[in-house]
């Protein structure tokens, strides 16, 4: 009997022993869950599950969670109500003062029930689905170190398509990044242009009807497109702030209105003692802040104000006294005027407003962190040595120090300088990406592919700053996190064969439409006379030619950028050809032999001003022309 005893209470020790074993452990997401308290079981959603919400204002959060959670696989349905039943999502309005506007609360046990406003209920979304379907049961209570967390995208010197901007916002969202900087205009570097005004690149990408010619040709977005996109920015909880950039880096209006240029520190700096110049300005903001239906229907405007010229004291004044000008007429029409750090470098006697406006401090000889906030500035950290992306420029990042960000990084700290932690002066923190050198072959794909591990590890070190794994074990965990439920604009897939054993028939498409780096693409191909410009296959974004419309070539075009292989089919002869691609250079291989390696190419101009050319090809699948004549076999496609 005793042995019996013994044996149960040994038993039963164990299971004790075993149950706390199994405490669930806190789930990666990113950003990091703030506080979790785990249960002891799983609960899984399927097509079964209901997401319910109990007040009519999360019901867009619901209806939003219920489409993404189609595109994993299951299809729940969405009604309102107040009882949930097993494996039921239910959304209660419920603001929680601990953990602010954006803060929410989940609790998984036999149903899933998140509480928060309609900002929080949204992130809970996104942390659910990052989670995946197969939920552990436990408590979460969740909220951002910081208000502000966002990325800046220079669309004036490269026009970025509204469809990339769209699916941006979407992959920002599922991160609880809150913020999009749109820089609207700019120009290029004289340099390059032989330093004449009139050749060198600018750019205003809105449409105006106020100044009919402004707008960009080569890409710009209508008004009633950019008022829709602020608003499905807003209702996936992301602000988009509009940035007119002037004083300086105001070629486009020049280029516009000659008379506006200045003549002593060049036409991309207004002249600020022409009497026109601010007439003009207010004419600009008044045409997208102004009238029954504004364009800017957001609730902060950017005024640019960095970077004009110092060197005349009676000109710095002129300078303050602009900055001043915008943000008194961006205030009255009821928005909080935002502007780059300037004032250290404008020093000077002329008051400049600082109640309740936003600076953006990236450079400490511009801004000086300390004395901008002792003069009572908001501050948004956005260092240029730390978080500036200049695609292939050759300064400052092509890709953002992930391991150092993550170490390191805290908008508590801007370069160098060191605030309180969670200081309530120290708004956020950024990251930039400056499209600085026009015509360098930078695509749509090359821009996103430097974004993405720079977008992960700012909004892990803005949402949650005291980070709880290492950061290899972080980077090992991020690459798990897709962009966003439905986007893969990455174009990445699992190590191995994606596609095998395929024929390439004229007008056939794939369910792939394209594959990112590192690839191999391979296929055997009988060829016949080709018409010039047939693609063997193509998508919405590049083409990849059998015969090239320029050389009659095997050759690529993306993003306006035409390149050619120095290598043409011959009809009647059999070849392997074979495509790697990385996002460095672009490589052809004809029966196993490298025949051409299209890496970054060297353009050279006067007084050794250089840059290099990128060559790189996300790879495109989705279609193939129905005038292709070659036969094709043996496609194979291999993420590697």
Same mark, same amino acid.
């Given at each position: 009997m005793k042995r019996t005893t013994l044996f149960i209470i040994a038993l039963v020790s164990s299971v004790v022993i075993m149950a706390k074993a199994e405490v669930n452990s806190r789930p990666f997401t990113i950003p990091a869950i703030h506080e979790w308290k785990g249960g002891t079981g799983q609960l899984q959603l399927t097509s079964q599950s209901r997401i319910l919400y109990a007040d009519a204002r999360l019901r867009t959060a619901a209806e939003a969670l219920a489409r993404d959670l189609k595109t994993m696989g299951i299809t729940p349905s969405v009604a309102e109500g107040k009882k949930a039943s097993a494996a039921d999502i239910?959304?209660?309005?419920?603001?929680?003062?601990?953990?602010?506007?954006?803060g929410y609360t989940i609790d998984i046990?036999?149903?899933?029930?998140?509480?928060?406003?309609?900002?929080g209920a949204y992130h809970a979304a996104q942390t659910l689905l990052q989670i995946g379907l197969n939920l552990p049961q436990g408590h979460i209570a969740d909220r951002p170190d910081y208000p502000l967390r966002g990325l800046m995208l220079d669309c004036g010197r490269k026009y970025i398509p509204m469809d990339y901007m769209r699916r941006l916002v979407r992959t920002m969202a599922y991160y609880k990044m809150n913020t999009l900087e749109v820089h609207l205009n700019d120009k290029g570097h004289a340099p390059f242009f032989y330093n004449d005004w009139n050749q060198v690149y600018s750019a205003f990408r809105l449409e105006s009807e106020f100044f009919p010619g402004l707008t960009a040709e080569d890409g710009s977005y209508t008004k009633d497109e950019f008022r829709q996109f602020i608003l499905e920015s807003a209702a996936q909880g992301v602000e988009i702030i509009p940035e007119i950039d002037a004083p300086a880096h105001s070629l486009c209006f020049s280029h516009y209105r000659p008379s506006l240029g200045s003549k002593?520190?060049?036409?991309?700096?207004?002249e600020l003692t022409n009497p026109e110049v601010i007439p003009f300005i207010d004419s600009i903001y008044a045409e997208y802040l102004g009238g029954p239906n504004p364009v800017f229907v957001c609730p902060r405007v950017h005024i640019g104000t960095d970077e004009y010229s110092n060197k005349k004291q009676e000109i710095v004044e002129l300078f303050r006294s602009f900055t001043d000008h915008l943000i008194h007429t961006v205030e009255s029409y009821g928005k909080q005027a935002v502007l780059w750090g300037a004032l250290t470098h404008a020093r000077g006697e002329t008051p400049v407003k600082v109640d309740n406006v936003l600076m953006f401090d990236w450079y400490n000889r511009y801004a000086q962190p300390d004395s901008m906030y002792k003069l009572g500035y908001q501050l948004v950290c956005i260092p240029d040595r730390s978080t500036y992306i200049v695609p292939a420029a050759g300064y400052y990042f092509d890709?953002?120090?992930?391991?150092?960000?993550?170490?390191?990084?805290?908008?508590?700290?801007?370069?160098?300088?060191?605030?309180?932690?969670?200081?309530?002066?120290?708004?956020?923190?950024?990251?930039a990406v400056w499209n600085d050198v026009?015509?360098?072959?930078?695509?749509?794909?090359?821009?996103?592919?430097?974004?993405?591990?720079?977008?992960?590890v700012?909004?892990? #070190?803005?949402?949650? *700053?005291? +980070?709880? &794994?290492?950061?290899?074990?972080?980077?090992?965990?991020?690459?798990?996190?897709?962009?966003?439920?439905?986007?893969?604009?990455?174009?990445?897939?699992?190590?191995?064969?994606?596609?095998?054993?395929?024929?390439?028939?004229?007008?056939?498409?794939?369910?792939?439409?394209?594959?990112?780096?590192?690839?191999?693409?391979?296929?055997d191909i009988e060829a016949k006379e080709e018409v010039r410009g047939t693609a063997l296959f193509r998508d919405d974004e590049a083409e990849f030619y059998l015969a090239d419309p320029a050389t009659g070539r095997l050759g690529f075009i993306r993003d306006g950028y035409l390149f050619s292989f120095k290598h043409s089919l011959r009809p009647g002869a059999r070849e392997n050809i074979a495509i790697e691609g990385t996002n460095v250079d672009t490589k052809l291989y004809v029966n196993g032999k490298l025949v051409e390696t299209l890496s970054p190419q060297l353009r050279t101009f006067p007084k050794d001003? #250089?840059?290099?050319? *990128?060559? +790189?090809? &996300?790879?495109?699948?989705?279609?193939?022309?129905a005038t292709l004549r070659s036969r094709v076999t043996n496609l194979k496609v291999e993420s590697k």
């Amino acid at each position: 009997m005793k042995r019996t005893t013994l044996f149960i209470i040994a038993l039963v020790s164990s299971v004790v022993i075993m149950a706390k074993a199994e405490v669930n452990s806190r789930p990666f997401t990113i950003p990091a869950i703030h506080e979790w308290k785990g249960g002891t079981g799983q609960l899984q959603l399927t097509s079964q599950s209901r997401i319910l919400y109990a007040d009519a204002r999360l019901r867009t959060a619901a209806e939003a969670l219920a489409r993404d959670l189609k595109t994993m696989g299951i299809t729940p349905s969405v009604a309102e109500g107040k009882k949930a039943s097993a494996a039921d999502i239910l959304f209660i309005y419920k603001p929680l003062k601990k953990l602010g506007d954006e803060g929410y609360t989940i609790d998984i046990d036999k149903s899933v029930r998140i509480e928060g406003t309609e900002r929080g209920a949204y992130h809970a979304a996104q942390t659910l689905l990052q989670i995946g379907l197969n939920l552990p049961q436990g408590h979460i209570a969740d909220r951002p170190d910081y208000p502000l967390r966002g990325l800046m995208l220079d669309c004036g010197r490269k026009y970025i398509p509204m469809d990339y901007m769209r699916r941006l916002v979407r992959t920002m969202a599922y991160y609880k990044m809150n913020t999009l900087e749109v820089h609207l205009n700019d120009k290029g570097h004289a340099p390059f242009f032989y330093n004449d005004w009139n050749q060198v690149y600018s750019a205003f990408r809105l449409e105006s009807e106020f100044f009919p010619g402004l707008t960009a040709e080569d890409g710009s977005y209508t008004k009633d497109e950019f008022r829709q996109f602020i608003l499905e920015s807003a209702a996936q909880g992301v602000e988009i702030i509009p940035e007119i950039d002037a004083p300086a880096h105001s070629l486009c209006f020049s280029h516009y209105r000659p008379s506006l240029g200045s003549k002593e520190f060049g036409m991309d700096h207004l002249e600020l003692t022409n009497p026109e110049v601010i007439p003009f300005i207010d004419s600009i903001y008044a045409e997208y802040l102004g009238g029954p239906n504004p364009v800017f229907v957001c609730p902060r405007v950017h005024i640019g104000t960095d970077e004009y010229s110092n060197k005349k004291q009676e000109i710095v004044e002129l300078f303050r006294s602009f900055t001043d000008h915008l943000i008194h007429t961006v205030e009255s029409y009821g928005k909080q005027a935002v502007l780059w750090g300037a004032l250290t470098h404008a020093r000077g006697e002329t008051p400049v407003k600082v109640d309740n406006v936003l600076m953006f401090d990236w450079y400490n000889r511009y801004a000086q962190p300390d004395s901008m906030y002792k003069l009572g500035y908001q501050l948004v950290c956005i260092p240029d040595r730390s978080t500036y992306i200049v695609p292939a420029a050759g300064y400052y990042f092509d890709y953002l120090n992930i391991p150092r960000l993550y170490k390191e990084f805290t908008p508590a700290n801007i370069a160098g300088v060191r605030f309180p932690e969670r200081d309530p002066q120290i708004k956020g923190g950024m990251f930039a990406v400056w499209n600085d050198v026009i015509g360098n072959g930078i695509a749509i794909p090359d821009i996103h592919h430097r974004i993405m591990p720079a977008l992960q590890v700012i909004a892990e #070190k803005t949402w949650a *700053v005291d +980070t709880i &794994r290492t950061c290899d074990e972080w980077q090992r965990l991020a690459t798990n996190i897709c962009e966003a439920p439905g986007i893969n604009d990455l174009g990445r897939y699992p190590k191995g064969i994606v596609l095998e054993n395929e024929k390439v028939n004229p007008g056939s498409s794939r369910d792939i439409p394209f594959i990112g780096w590192p690839y191999r693409v391979s296929f055997d191909i009988e060829a016949k006379e080709e018409v010039r410009g047939t693609a063997l296959f193509r998508d919405d974004e590049a083409e990849f030619y059998l015969a090239d419309p320029a050389t009659g070539r095997l050759g690529f075009i993306r993003d306006g950028y035409l390149f050619s292989f120095k290598h043409s089919l011959r009809p009647g002869a059999r070849e392997n050809i074979a495509i790697e691609g990385t996002n460095v250079d672009t490589k052809l291989y004809v029966n196993g032999k490298l025949v051409e390696t299209l890496s970054p190419q060297l353009r050279t101009f006067p007084k050794d001003q #250089k840059y290099k050319i *990128v060559r +790189t090809l &996300r790879f495109p699948l989705q279609r193939t022309d129905a005038t292709l004549r070659s036969r094709v076999t043996n496609l194979k496609v291999e993420s590697k």
